[in-house]
């Protein structure tokens, strides 16, 4: 696949105080300075691999066919960790072999991937000479991904793995597959939950939801809908229940944290 | 009027911890990949019109001619709420109808807006097939705004509306027509105020501005001519007059906040 | 020299929240809409230089060739404080003369700087009719840099002026030229000390590091490679010794904050 559009999404937990995301860039565009790059988010909470793969599957599918996106929020940086790559018809995946993936290759059913192979002629000749232990999102990633969005193959960087051991993520069918926990608190404090609506209307079958002391029936179809002061289910912009509140920071109210366990009744259960 | 540069400024209250901004950002690229964006900022405090209002007004003259202005802090989204474009000679502003815009369309004396029909044929034609509930900034604001960066007739997209109900929001003439408030608190502690040094010389006239107990009767031409420790008024950036201290935070040191009620006593009166 | 790619790096302490980032990107694309703009940080502490300088010399290098390099720490705007630019064979700096610009002057070997003469027809002529005396960012820094960038002769701005009385800034030859201090705090809590890995091999010849209380003796060469609870050495990626420990903040765990002094005792002594 030639991309389209030489562009490049990022999402890392690295921050915006520090020069580590300038530093990505900067190495990018050393490159090939007609990438663009868009950021997902840096502020995935430090080694929030969870985090990360929510942000990651929430966004992915807006950004143009060709886009290379590349997500590194990498605890075991330097050590014996792997980084592996992932393409479908319009997109291209680049982060460590850590779950930070997961999200997104169980919703585009991507049973194999790519490991790259660093030490590899093909791989090595698109790296810097010096390859420090500790930032290989400027050293390994930023590169490769230059190149990925510049017409590489990514099959060329490496040697294909099985990802069949995925399991569901979401619960969304008609018995609990999964556990119900959330996923990710947003800045207003909505509470996004793993919760789908999908094919068999997780909506209209719910009974109630749990979440800690707090009992949760309602639903509503837009924030101004909910009454005051109550915390209502909603169907979110990605597809997930979430539970909010109107104007009001609803995890902190609830006590709600990313990763609470959820209880969700359905009925005639 | 046809863009010069396809450009888009941001401003959203969706902070940069999730993946709203990169959603946006995306969904711009998908449809237009040549459009640049500049974020004036999307930390503006959650469902705080008034501060995007402020930080809208402060930044849009900068932005080049052709410029298409997006402002989204939506605490209405998903209800009736209208959305509204306005054009100036220079630059275009799409945002929700919630008074966002006022500082903008004052300045600009702009007393007709667009009301956008989402549901008019030349609308609907620009706009995913399915737009949530909760994130039009995405599924309305990105489409309509790449599209009219593109070259879309604001006009097309909507009916006319009048805005002549708008109030002086800036304290500058000879009399108080509008209150002295505290518009923003800047990451300095800067506390910017709605009082405008223009054509009658709002410094040559005041003689002391009452910020709940503390007066402050000094004015200073730049940071490091005020006297340590001091409070002291000086004309802004932007023309408004603004109370500030030599390398301290002000409003946490006066306990000033947005909105807070400013006391101006002229000279003579 | 005429840059290769119309690019400009930003380091600012202007922070996210506020408009000033958003229009000096303004500024920048109304005069320039060809020119590129990276991030290396903005959110710099407020007036804090030396974090600055150190974030600046931590990136300038992986920026392209033909970048400007622009960084406002400048608690002094609107004084009789100077404006400075300097240039390499790949990279131009402009920065206020209170500095941010010493550790990159130092290690390129800079012995002579631009003092820009605002007032000069020839700069002057390409700044705004209107100054402010609080946002040179905007008013100054931001045209001068997009003007640079474009291919305007730096030394046509000012005139030259030495800059001899540079002292090392870094320990790293075998007797202590300088104090070993920390440098930054990065958002892992990752201490970055200003103790380089040279030529000389400061890790061969290191015993231990003394930080307040605690005594840091073992070295790493991976994050994962650290025993859980402990604190240790690493070379990092800019080659700067830093104080690091696995998945755990070691600033708020040892208590050091940037400017802390460290203690380094060499084998032998």
């Known amino acids: ?28 565009a050393s490159l090939r300075p007609d990438i663009r790059t868009i950021d997902v988010t840096h502020e995935v909470g430090p080694h929030n691999i969870g985090e990360g793969a929510y942000l990651l599957w929430a966004s992915y599918k807006y950004f143009p066919v060709g886009a290379v996106l590349v997500a590194v929020v990498d605890p075991g940086v ?19 072999d850590n779950g930070i993936l997961d999200l997104v290759l169980w919703e585009e059913k991507i049973k194999e991937v790519t490991v790259i192979r660093p030490e590899k002629a093909a791989t090595r000749s698109l790296l810097p000479k010096t390859i420090s232990s500790t930032f290989h999102g400027r050293d390994i990633f930023a590169p ?51 919760i789908r609506e999908g094919a068999s209307g997780v909506r209209s079958r ?19 809908a909910i009454p005051s002061g109550n915390a209502c289910m909603i169907v979110g912009s990605s597809g997930l229940v979430e539970i909010v509140m109107r104007e009001r920071n609803a995890a902190a109210l609830l006590g709600l944290k990313q990763r609470s366990k959820l209880n969700i009744t359905f009925k005639g259960q």
Chains 1, 2, 3 share one sequence.
């Not at 696949?1 to 990018?28: C, E, H, N, S, W």
């Not at 330097?78 to 460590?96: C, N, Q, V, W, Y």
């Not at 719910?206 to 101004?224: P, V």
């Open 206 to 224: 719910t009974l109630m939801l749990k979440a800690g002391k707090h009992r949760i029936h309602g639903w509503a179809d837009s924030y101004e």
């Open 1 to 28: 696949m030639q991309p389209k559009t030489p562009l490049i999404g990022l999402l890392t937990d690295f921050g915006l105080r520090d020069q580590y995301v300038g530093a990505m860039k900067a190495a990018i």
């Open 78 to 96: 330097g050590s014996k960790r792997e980084i592996i790559g992932a393409r479908t018809d319009s997109h291209m995946f680049l982060a460590p």
């Open 144 to 194: 490769l991904a230059a190149h990925l969005a510049a017409g590489t193959r990514l099959e060329s960087l490496g040697n294909q793995k099985r990802t069949d051991w995925l399991k569901q993520p979401f619960v969304e069918k008609d018995s609990l597959e999964s556990t119900a926990v959330v996923l990710h608190i947003d800045r207003f404090g909505n509470i996004i939950t793993n």
